[in-house]
């Protein structure tokens, strides 16, 4: 009986075993890696130059100088006033204008954040200061 079975399967064409192809699952996968591999080539990442220039001492009575202190607690004071961080940029273009031969610096506290560090900076640079880097030291608080 088993014989009559096993030919009339034979004659259908049927077996007893099914296979799963996975030629289409493979050609998925190798696109895949193919586009993440084009993508990543194209990805820019931008950081901030951690490189750091020798330590300065700037006199802030100094008229020849610009001293930019930012202390840990988000205090910006430039040669001894207290600034608010929205007129950073006012007050070092007026500075700058002021002695355009001054030399700056920005002294940060330890617990600074780098957002508000970077952002005088952008300031200082937006006012002309075209220094390469612009000195950044350690403020002693």
């Known amino acids: 009986m088993a ?3 096993d030919n009339l399967n ?13 030629t289409p699952m493979l050609d998925v996968v190798f696109i ?3 586009f993440f591999i084009v993508t990543a080539s194209f990805l820019n990442e931008f ?3 951690a490189t750091k220039p020798p330590s300065v001492r700037i006199n802030p009575e100094d008229s020849k100088s610009i001293a930019i202190k930012i202390y840990s607690n988000g205090e910006i004071m430039i040669n001894g006033l207290s600034v ?13 204008a002021e002695n355009p031969q001054a030399a700056i610096a920005v ?3 330890k617990g600074a954040k780098i957002e508000i560090v970077v952002g005088v900076i952008d ?3 937006t006012a002309g200061f075209r220094s390469d880097p612009i000195p ?6």
């Open 10 to 22: 034979q004659l259908l064409g049927q077996e007893d075993e099914a296979e799963i192809d996975l």
């Open 47 to 49: 950081g901030v130059d």
């Open 3 to 5: 014989s009559r079975i």
């Open 136 to 141: 950044i030291s350690e403020l002693p608080e």
């Open 107 to 109: 002294l940060a506290g």
């Open 32 to 34: 895949m890696l193919i």
């Open 84 to 96: 608010d961080p929205r007129a950073v940029s006012a007050h070092i273009t007026r500075h700058r």
């Open 123 to 125: 300031s200082a640079r």
